[in-house]
C-alpha cells in the first residue's frame, strides 16, 4: 500500500509524516481511551454516505456495517470486487455514487 505513496512523495518524506500521523492517531486513542469515534457518531446529523469494498484488507465488514447501524440516516454501499483504494480502481462507479448522492442533498436542502 506505501508504494505509490513513496513513488508520489519519496521515501524521507512519506516516512517522515507517516510516523507522525502514527504519533497522532496513537495519541488521539490514547487519550480517548481506545474510542476514536463510537460516541461522536450518534451527534452526525448530516446524511452520510458510506461506500466500502467487500475485498478491503485493511477495514472490516463489520467497521462500515457499525458505522451505518449508528449514523441516523446513513446509506451503505457495498462493491463486492471493492479493496481498500476502490475509488481509484473503480472511480467511475464512485464518482457516480457520489455524485448522485450529493445531488439528491441539495434537492433536499432547496425545499
Known amino acids: 500500500m506505501r ?3 513513496m513513488a508520489l512523495y519519496g521515501q524521507k518524506y512519506f516516512q517522515t509524516q507517516w510516523s507522525k500521523w502514527v504519533d497522532a492517531y496513537g495519541a488521539y486513542f490514547e487519550k ?4 476514536i469515534c463510537i460516541q461522536d457518531l450518534q451527534k452526525i446529523r448530516a446524511k452520510t454516505l458510506i461506500i466500502h469494498g467487500l475485498k478491503d484488507q485493511l ?3 463489520e467497521h462500515p456495517d457499525y458505522l ?6 446513513s446509506r451503505l454501499y457495498i462493491m463486492p470486487e471493492g479493496k481498500h483504494n ?3 480502481r473503480y472511480y467511475r462507479e464512485f ?3 457520489a455524485e448522485h448522492f450529493l445531488k439528491e442533498k441539495d ?3 432547496h425545499l
Open 95 to 97: 464518482n457516480f455514487l
Open 32 to 35: 480517548r481511551n481506545g474510542d
Open 3 to 5: 508504494s505509490p505513496f
Open 68 to 73: 451505518h447501524a449508528n449514523i441516523k440516516g
Open 86 to 88: 476502490l475509488h481509484l
Open 59 to 61: 477495514v472490516p465488514l
Open 107 to 109: 434537492k433536499r436542502s
